[in-house]
């Protein structure tokens, strides 16, 4: 075996299994924050403010804090100490944690805005706040895919024009594909890291693609071109709507399930009514363990799509051989896995492995 791919499987084992110690973690967490610290922080907040929403709010931050200082020593070995270790990672400690507490931030402000809406509809609506909720979470998604373009990614890159020739072969790219782009952007991805990426990010007037200047560097036009004729079969053949609904369903199941629960959970925990503070954990711990057993599922979603996505760049580029090429080395620069085991793959790639993506292009010479 190459010594490349040696070093591949050695990171994927490392993440897959620093993957499973965070979600034990999780578990662990939310199941001792509900016995031993709920109530009592519950009890706290309301002698601060009489006022559910602010006594919620300190509630929340609270419990923030503590799975932020609980989880930073696993958070830190994976994303910094790891990326190092197998020389993937171009930032210093400061540049990585100045990353961190904004991504931070940014999560835990989508995060307060989730759990207020869903507390609103849990006063509001005694039998259908998990309908309303998952609605909700349908209109946020597709904001959030609206927005971020032009709001988020500028908080962590900064975006560059490309090259007038590379821009137009892309343009005519996206024509042919019958998408419609706002423009093409280069963000400056190498400052954080070697890996290589490229997307078609947005929705309507935000759609822009944005190349990874590694990628820009490293791969020959073509290749930067079968790259974007993958993605642009995505929007061509509205996958990007099919995974949301996908999701949404996903999401309807979880509240509902959830609904279920919850009456039981109330006599269980002693609560008030489903609406208590102190039941905030063992609902996050039903939703992620519900979540949990969707992901396979929705990973075996996810891998037929990107299937369809490769034939459809391979049947508009005709170009097999530049299609093996760039797999190859995102294989290589990426250190992804080309062949891993079907029990990894099952619960853990929404792409197929890289071998067989390579496999389908060679059946297409």
């Not at 924050?33 to 309301?46: E, M």
């Not at 959030?144 to 072969?169: H, Q």
């Not at 070697?194 to 036009?221: H, S, Y």
């Not at 974007?228 to 509240?255: N, P, V, Y």
Request: glycine share 4%; proline share 4%; with cysteine.
């Amino acid at each position: 075996m190459p010594q490349k791919s040696i070093e591949a499987k050695r990171y994927q084992s490392a993440k897959i299994r620093l993957r499973l110690i965070d979600i034990i973690f999780v578990v662990v967490y939310l199941a001792l924050f509900q016995i031993i610290i709920s109530n009592p922080l519950k009890t706290f907040t309301y002698s601060v403010t009489p006022n559910f929403y602010y006594a919620f709010t300190i509630y929340l931050i609270a419990f923030s804090i503590t799975h932020y200082i609980l989880s930073f020593p696993l958070y830190f070995y994976s994303s910094f100490i790891l990326e190092h270790k197998f020389n993937l990672s171009n930032q210093h400690f400061f540049a990585w944690l100045k990353d961190g507490i904004k991504s931070g931030l940014l999560s835990f402000a989508m995060f307060l805005l989730f759990v207020h809406v869903l507390y609103l509809f849990l006063q509001n609506f005694a039998t259908t706040w998990w309908a309303w909720m998952a609605i909700s979470w349908f209109g946020i998604t597709v904001i959030l895919a609206k927005v971020t373009p032009v709001l988020i990614i500028p908080l962590f890159f900064k975006y560059s024009p490309v090259e007038a020739k590379l821009k137009n072969r892309i343009i005519e790219l996206s024509k042919a594909c019958g998408v419609r782009l706002l423009d093409v952007y280069k963000i400056d991805l190498s400052k954080k890291t070697k890996k290589l990426n490229a997307a078609v990010v947005g929705l309507g007037r935000t759609r822009r693609v944005i190349l990874a200047d590694t990628l820009v560097e490293e791969f020959t036009t073509d290749e930067i071109v079968g790259v974007l004729a993958h993605e642009f079969g995505h929007h061509k053949l509205r996958h990007m709507w099919k995974l949301i609904t996908f999701g949404i369903i996903s999401i309807f199941f979880s509240f509902y399930v959830l609904y279920l629960v919850s009456s039981k959970l109330v006599i269980l925990l002693g609560a008030k009514n489903i609406h208590d503070i102190k039941m905030f954990p063992a609902f996050m711990l039903v939703l992620f363990l519900t979540g949990f057993l969707l992901g396979p599922l929705q990973n075996a979603f996810s891998r037929k799509l990107e299937r369809k996505a490769d034939l459809f760049a391979l049947e508009v580029t005709q170009n097999p051989i530049a299609f093996i090429s760039l797999m190859k080395k995102l294989a290589s620069k990426n250190l992804a896995d080309p062949n891993p085991s079907k029990f990894v793959k099952f619960m853990f790639y929404d792409h197929p492995p890289i071998s067989e993506r390579i496999k389908l292009a060679e059946n297409k010479e």
